[in-house]
C-alpha cells in the first residue's frame, strides 16, 4: 500500500503497489527446466501444513467433507466429460474413471467421516498450480487461491495437497508429486491412507478434465490433449488406490506366509495371518486347546472358524479405513471363503483368491526345517492337509517352488486383475 499525492496540496489517495513476479520464478518453468525443486517442495509442503493448521473450520466448512457432499463433487464432474467422450476424452476410460472412483466411495463413507471429525477439513487454498507458485527471495509465493466459491475452497487438507503433486505429475514429474506428498505428510502429521491421496489426485485430474473440456469449447488449443492426459493420471491412481481383499491360501509349508508378506510390501498392503490371529486368541484367554492335532484341540471346527471370523473383522476395519488387505490362511472351507468375499463386496473392495501350491514332500520338509514361528503345524499336518485336495476352483494357482520373486509377479498380476469389471461396472454387478 502507498498513497499517492495529488497537484496543489490535494489529500493523497491510497493505492495498491503490485509486484510482478517473472515467468522464470514459476515452479512449472522450474520444473519444465529440470532444476533441482525438492527444496523449493520442501518449503511449499511446511507452509501449506502451517496454513491448514491455523486454517479456519466450522460446521459449515466440515459439512463439505461429508460422503454425501464429497460424492457429490466427484459427480458433478462427469455430464461435462460424458459431452465429450469420444471425441475428446476416450468414452471408457471417462466409464472407468467414473465407476473406479465411485467404488470408492461407496466402501469409505467411515474414513470420510472420521476426516471431518478429526478436524481435517479447512478453509483451504483450493487451486494450488504450479504455475501460480514462485519462488522469490528464497521462499515460496503461493497465489490465486479459489475465490468463486467458498463452498469448493473447503477441503480436505489432503485434497488440497493433492492438487500440487497431481499437477507436478501432469508435468511429468510423478516422482516430485510424490515427494510432495510426502512432505506435506511429515509436516502435517497426517497419517491418510495411500488410497484417499490416490483418490484426491485423482479428484483433482478429473477437474482439471472437466475445466479442459469447457476451454475445448471456447476453442483452446491443446485442450483435448491436456483432458486426455488428466485423465490418464486420474485412471493410474485409481487403479492403484483401490481397495483390495485378496486371499492367499494353501496347506503348511506351501509359501503361503511368504508370499502373501511379499505381496503386501509390493502393494502396500496390510497382512492379516490366521497364525498371528490363533496366537493372540489364545494368549488372551478367547482360545484354548493343544496343536499338533488336525480337527481336534486348538484346531477344533469351533476355534478355527472363531480365527477365520475375527480374521474377517479385522480386516473389515481396515477395508473400510482405505487399506487394502492380504488374508493369510489356508482356506480350505467354501464357505468360510464366501464370506470374506461378501465382505468385499461389502465394503466395495476388488476381491481376488490365490492358492499357493507344492508337492506334499516339498512342504513336509519346508514344515520340519523352517525356522520357529506362529505357526503351529506340524510335518504331519502338511502332509493331511496337502493330501486333502480340496477343490478352489475360483483361485489363481501359484507354483511356490519357483524362485520368489516370480511368484510375486505371478500374485501381483492378480492383484491387478482383481479390478477388472465387474468390480467397477455398476451395470455388470
Not at 134 to 139: E, I, Q
Not at 251 to 280: H, Q, W
Not at 307 to 336: C, F, I, K, N, P
Amino acid at each position: 500500500m502507498a498513497h499517492l499525492q495529488g497537484p496543489a496540496g490535494a489529500p493523497a489517495e491510497p493505492v495498491i503497489v503490485m509486484r510482478r513476479y517473472h515467468d522464470e520464478e514459476r515452479l512449472a518453468s522450474m520444473v519444465k527446466r529440470a532444476e533441482p525443486v525438492e527444496r523449493v517442495l520442501d518449503r511449499i509442503a511446511g507452509l501449506l501444513a502451517d496454513f491448514h493448521d491455523h486454517g479456519e473450520r466450522s460446521p459449515t466448512i466440515s459439512r463439505q467433507g461429508d460422503p454425501e457432499a464429497v460424492r457429490q463433487r466427484w459427480d458433478d464432474n462427469f455430464p461435462t466429460l460424458h459431452q465429450h467422450a469420444g471425441t475428446a476424452v476416450p468414452s471408457e476410460t471417462v466409464r472407468r474413471v467414473q465407476g473406479l472412483g465411485a467404488e470408492y466411495l461407496s466402501g469409505r463413507a467411515g474414513l470420510f467421516t472420521r476426516r471431518v471429525e478429526q478436524g481435517c477439513i479447512v478453509d483451504g487454498h483450493a487451486d494450488l498450480l504450479a504455475d501460480d507458485i514462485f519462488w522469490v527471495d528464497d521462499r515460496p509465493v503461493l497465489l490465486d487461491c479459489l475465490e468463486f466459491s467458498d463452498e469448493l475452497r473447503y477441503v480436505d487438507r489432503i485434497d488440497d495437497a493433492a492438487f500440487l503433486a497431481m499437477d507436478l505429475e501432469f508435468l511429468g514429474r510423478k516422482d516430485l508429486g510424490d515427494h510432495f506428498l510426502e512432505r506435506y505428510a511429515a509436516c502435517s502429521g497426517d497419517t491418510a491412507a495411500r488410497s484417499l491421496r490416490d483418490f484426491y489426485i485423482a479428484y483433482r485430474a478429473v477437474v482439471r478434465a472437466k475445466v479442459d473440456c469447457v476451454r475445448l469449447t471456447q476453442g483452446k488449443r491443446g485442450s483435448a490433449a491436456a483432458a486426455a492426459d488428466h485423465l490418464d493420471i486420474a485412471l493410474r491412481h485409481l487403479e492403484d488406490g483401490a481397495v483390495r481383499l485378496v486371499l492367499v491360501g494353501g496347506g503348511p509349508g506351501t509359501g503361503k506366509s511368504t508370499l502373501a508378506g511379499a505381496l503386501a510390501e509390493r502393494v502396500g498392503a496390510v497382512v492379516v495371518s490366521t497364525d498371528d490371529v490363533r496366537r493372540e486368541l489364545r494368549s488372551s484367554g478367547q482360545l484354548s486347546g493343544e496343536t499338533g492335532n488336525l480337527g481336534a484341540g486348538l484346531y477344533a471346527p469351533a476355534n478355527v472358524a472363531a480365527v477365520y471370523h475375527a480374521v474377517l473383522q479385522r480386516a473389515g476395519r481396515h477395508l473400510g479405513d482405505g487399506v487394502s488387505v492380504v488374508l493369510d490362511g489356508t482356506w480350505r472351507d467354501a464357505e468360510t471363503r464366501a464370506e470374506a468375499r461378501r465382505l468385499a463386496d461389502d465394503k466395495h473392495a476388488a476381491f481376488g483368491e490365490i492358492r499357493c501350491v507344492v508337492p506334499i514332500e516339498v512342504a513336509a520338509e519346508r514344515v520340519r526345517t523352517r525356522a520357529a514361528g506362529n505357526s503351529d503345524a506340524t510335518p504331519q499336518i502338511a502332509g493331511v492337509l496337502g493330501a486333502d485336495d480340496f477343490r478352489w476352483d475360483t483361485a489363481h494357482h501359484v507354483d511356490t517352488s519357483k524362485p520368489l520373486d516370480e511368484c510375486v509377479r505371478e500374485a501381483h498380476e492378480q492383484w491387478r486383475a482383481a479390478i477388472q469389471p465387474p468390480y467397477w461396472d455398476g451395470a455388470a454387478r
